[in-house]
């Protein structure tokens, strides 16, 4: 399959199309409409904690930008399912990203009107 971000990209449009199969079955589907993706930003900003002492500004931008790409997908394809099927599945989506990391500023915007809560400093999900 390639690449880390190979991996994540046809993961997402896999689920996203099973998602999208299901809400086009209505009252009749056997699944909940809810899919969730746990840090799919990951692969572009692993864990190590020199990372990007290790990459030019160049290749964390272009980083950046795959990762606005992505988000973009997703939220644009929740949109398309809600208005061809009147079905409006539930994203649940925790990383480590926020809107700064997105390139456009609609997107941030968007970015901020999707995100329910921020898990940071003193308030942690764990």
Known sequence: MGSGANWVSC???LFLSLLR????????????LI???????????PQD???????????IQQDKQAV??????????????????????????VDHVDSTTMQEESDKIR???????????KEALI
């Not at 899919?35 to 900003?45: C, L, R, T």
């Not at 904690?49 to 290749?59: L, M, T």
């Not at 970015?111 to 329910?116: A, S």
Request: charged fraction near 30%; proline fraction near 5%.
């Open 11 to 13: 993961h997402i449009a």
């Open 21 to 32: 199969y299901f809400a086009s079955q209505g009252m009749e589907s056997p699944m909940p």
């Open 35 to 45: 899919m969730f993706f746990d840090q799919p930003s990951q692969v572009y900003f």
């Open 49 to 59: 904690i020199n990372y990007d002492e290790k990459r030019s500004k160049q290749e």
């Open 68 to 93: 606005s790409k992505m988000y973009k997908v997703m939220f644009d394809e929740i949109e398309k399912i809600h208005k061809e099927t009147g079905v409006n599945p539930q994203l649940i989506i």
């Open 111 to 121: 970015f901020k009107e999707c995100t329910r809560r921020v898990w940071r400093n």
